[in-house]
């Protein structure tokens, strides 16, 4: 996602990811990779919890991407088994046009 950070935000989307990883960790890791968006961390994994992607025998998340709208409503999300298997930006970005779409036809 952080090689496709303009296509979302000509889109007006914004990318928030959420590491389980200490704060301090957590920022050594942005700067390092050089992630351009917003990385928060939730070592207690209380986030990671109420989304219901915890995975408690590994103690980390499952890799999970989810798009929730202005207000606060899912609209589409991903739940995978492994970090290889994460949909490409390009195939969120057609969930987000679609789910988008059929919010307007219902009048959301």
């Not at 390092?32 to 590994?58: H, Q, R, T, W």
């Not at 798009?67 to 930006?89: C, D, M, Y």
């Amino acid at each position: 996602m952080a090689k496709n950070t303009a296509d979302f935000q000509n889109l007006d989307i914004q990318i928030v990811a959420i590491s389980v990883d200490p704060l301090e960790d957590a920022q050594r890791l942005s700067e390092k990779l050089k992630i351009p968006f917003l990385l928060l961390s939730d070592p207690d994994m209380d986030v990671i919890s109420a989304y219901g992607v915890m995975d408690k025998e590994n103690d980390t998340a499952v890799p999970s991407v989810f798009v929730i709208n202005q207000q606060g409503n899912i609209i589409w999300k991903h739940v995978g088994e492994a970090i290889f298997l994460r949909p490409t930006s390009k195939k969120i970005i057609q969930e987000i046009s679609a789910a988008v779409k059929d919010g307007q036809e219902k009048g959301l």
